[in-house]
């Protein structure tokens, strides 16, 4: 009964690969994020999801691209992945794009080598 | 987070009180939270308060804002070890859809 729960938790990989992160949730709600954490656990917002429209795209390279086939779902996919990519990358949602709290799966640790 | 600042490191005795701050900048913010990390695992969301509050308290948590500091507290009663993870402070802004602005988080450490 996980809330919000992402795939796979652990990926190594080499750079120049192409990689996907999945992200599900069972909540209901309309509006779903990714944020990035890095080494020293600042956490930033990368794109946020209204029902499967765009709202939110921070300055990212475009080698990230989020895909949202239903509200329930929003992936992440990365193209020729580089050593900066390295962080734990969190999927969250919230009820609706006001003030509701967000509720955070437990993180993917991308290892890029 | 470059609009919401914390102190890195806490330690204090098990069963004494902690207390972890957070400063933000914008006045406009209309809901603070605080939210915990334990290690391997996402953010849990502890409480909330809205900007016209004072205080607000949670069974063993106690929450404080200072709106004209612009200053916002998390205080923990009677702190166990299991209370040891990563606290961050985060700020609602509005017309944002930005959501949520979190502060660098703070790492609380209960020794025994």
């Known amino acids: 009964d996980t809330a919000v729960s992402q795939t796979p938790k652990y990926l190594v990989t080499q750079m120049g690969n192409d990689k996907s992160i999945k992200c599900e949730q069972n909540?209901?709600?309309?509006?779903m994020y990714w944020y990035k954490q890095d080494s020293k656990k600042f956490l930033k917002i990368m794109f946020s999801?209204?029902?499967?429209?765009?709202?939110i795209n921070e300055t990212v390279p475009n080698r990230f691209s989020p895909k949202s086939p239903d509200k329930a779902h929003l992936n992440l996919h990365i193209n020729s992945l580089e050593l900066g990519d390295s962080a734990v990358y969190f999927c969250?949602?919230?009820?609706?794009?006001?003030?509701?709290?967000?509720?955070f799966g437990n993180g993917t640790r991308l290892t890029v080598t | 987070g470059e609009d919401v600042e914390q102190s890195l490191f806490l330690s204090v005795r098990e069963g004494d009180s902690s207390v972890i701050n957070c400063t933000y900048t914008?006045?406009?913010?209309?809901?603070l939270y605080w939210y915990k990390q334990e290690p391997g695992a996402g953010l849990q969301l502890l409480t909330y308060?809205?900007?016209?509050?004072d205080m607000k308290q949670d069974q063993r948590l106690t929450v404080l804002l200072n709106k004209k500091d612009k200053h916002l507290s998390l205080r923990i009663a009677d702190t166990q070890t299991g209370d040891s993870a990563i606290y961050f402070c985060?700020?609602?802004?509005?017309?944002?859809?930005?959501?949520?602005?979190f502060g660098s988080g703070t790492q609380l450490t209960v020794l025994p």
């Open positions: 914008d006045s406009s913010s209309t809901y």
């Open positions: 909540l209901g709600h309309d509006t």
């Open positions: 969250a949602s919230s009820q609706d794009r006001g003030h509701s709290p967000l509720h």
């Open positions: 308060i809205f900007s016209n509050m």
């Open positions: 985060a700020e609602s802004r509005p017309g944002s859809a930005r959501q949520l602005t």
């Open positions: 999801y209204n029902n499967k429209e765009l709202i």
